[in-house]
């Protein structure tokens, strides 16, 4: 029997080894907590209560607890605030839909052993909003200019020269563009250097602008048996579109100035699935376990780069280059994930509730997260709720990570992040009766980030603070 588990673990485990060691890996990875406003408000902590639509994304059994059918809707309002070095960059309003589901119930309440309940859910879930303007005015003494110039090492000058510069695969973009910008110069034996003079001091401008969602679409199944053990699967199919513009500037004092601007647009599908189950042992104790396989995404990106520079200019003209358009398509390996819960039920009058959630990663620069989520709720009456929750999820890259592009590559954004933990702060209320669900819930979540404009350039902080308002309609119904 330990053979096959083995076996099983192998099977789920070994496509997260090949979970991308790039930046784009690390952005498109994260989760937030989101879902109903139930879900919500008690951190999304619900893998051993079930009963919630959102917690079939955790936990496929919680499926399994519905004894009626359910239509459901989420909408919300968000506030994302950026700061940068203690300078706060200026707050995006906007309004989403995170969650729309149809749960069919199949069954009847009367009986009490063997199967009571078979459960359909079909439920459209956001997973992620990408959305975020942040500036940073940093002075370096460092310059972008020297990684251009390591990475053309080697190159000769008649391989950057002319249009074909862009399609030559033995140099990348980022070579191109300080070639063309005049801001290396070529030495002897196809070596280069940067026009920036060590020690001297560079004004960096860096405006990054994030946008975009990534969605989950799921078709899942759960039975109920003998109201002691829940059980239930879950197929899943995620959508991406994702776009990032960073526009990175330099001021020397030798009055050279240059600006580079990198776009990247990104399209994806992706597939996964999950199974779980949650023991009910007594009337007051579930527990719950479920695993997750990792997704696979097929993402076609497409980018293109701008340059603007004084560098070769005695009264201060600039020459703009604009490279074309660059199309390519690749496969990433999101992690599996595996959770495991507990929870307390009081009777009629409260319930506390804890999950673990662990994200399989095995790249030797990004850390395995570790998510811990705990929420409660009191009945004040047979139909008013009371709910709070909190979350934290452990850093996702390790401190040392830093980011060097491949010296063909055609990418010339060169800033990454070492995000930090997350906290998410919750609290809500709701009404319900027989037939009607009304729910409401406000989520803090904060973040801390050290940026890199390039590769070991001086760390930059950035908080990240986003204020929800969530509403949850619901309407219960017997077939």
């Known amino acids: 029997m330990n053979k096959y588990i083995k076996i099983l673990f192998i099977a789920f485990s070994l496509p997260s080894l090949l979970f991308p060691q790039d930046f784009d890996g690390q952005r498109l990875a994260e989760r937030d907590i989101q879902g109903t406003a139930r879900y919500v408000a008690m951190g999304g902590a619900f893998s051993a209560l079930g009963g919630d639509v959102s917690a079939v994304n955790d936990n496929p059994a919680a499926l399994g607890i519905f004894r009626r059918g359910e239509l459901s809707v989420t909408a919300d309002v968000r506030l994302d605030n950026v700061t940068t070095d203690g300078v706060f960059n200026g707050q995006d309003r906007r309004m989403t839909l995170p969650q729309l589901s149809w749960v069919m119930s199949f069954g009847s309440a009367d009986k009490q052993t063997g199967v009571i309940f078979n459960n359909i859910i079909i439920q459209y879930h956001r997973l992620k909003t990408y959305n975020r303007h942040s500036v940073f005015n940093p002075t370096l003494y460092t310059s972008q200019t020297d990684l251009m110039a390591e990475l053309s090492n080697g190159a000769s000058e008649e391989m950057m020269q002319g249009s074909s510069g862009w399609t030559n695969k033995e140099i990348g973009w980022l070579t191109k563009a300080g070639y063309e910008g005049y801001l290396i110069n070529p030495m002897a034996g196809n070596q280069w250097q940067s026009v920036y003079n060590t020690g001297e001091q560079v004004k960096t401008e860096l405006e990054i602008y994030d946008g975009g969602v990534e969605n989950e679409f799921t078709a899942g199944w759960g039975m109920n048996y003998s109201n002691r053990l829940y059980f239930g699967l879950t197929a899943n199919v995620r959508s991406l579109n994702y776009s990032r513009q960073t526009q990175h500037t330099e001021h020397f004092l030798s009055g050279t100035t240059y600006q580079i601007l990198s776009a990247v647009a990104a399209l994806g599908w992706g597939l996964n699935a999950a199974i779980g189950t949650i023991y009910r042992p007594t009337d007051y104790l579930r527990f719950g376990l479920s695993i997750s396989t990792p997704t696979v995404m097929y993402i076609d990106f497409e980018n ?67 998510t811990l989520k705990a929420g409660a709720e009191v009945s004040i009456n047979n139909h008013w709720f009371l709910r709070a929750g909190y979350a934290c999820q452990s850093a996702f890259s390790k401190k040392e990570w830093h980011y060097y592009p491949h010296f063909a590559d055609t990418r010339t954004d060169t800033d990454y992040q070492n995000n930090r933990m997350v906290h998410y702060f919750n609290a809500g209320a709701g009404w319900h009766n027989k037939s009607w669900i009304v729910d409401i819930a406000y989520q803090c979540r904060w973040q801390n980030e050290n940026e890199y404009a390039y590769y070991k350039s001086s760390p930059m902080s950035l908080d990240a603070l986003t204020h929800r308002i969530v509403l949850t309609f619901g309407w219960n119904y017997r077939l």
């Open 304 to 370: 293109y780069t701008e340059i603007k520079s004084n560098a070769n200019s005695l009264d201060g003209k600039y020459v703009e280059i604009n490279s074309p358009r660059n199309h390519y398509s690749q496969k990433l390996y999101e992690p599996m994930r595996l959770t495991a819960g507990i929870a307390f039920q009081i009777g009629y009058k409260a319930l506390i509730s804890a999950e673990y959630d662990f994200d399989c990663k095995t790249s030797s620069q990004l850390y395995s997260t570790h």
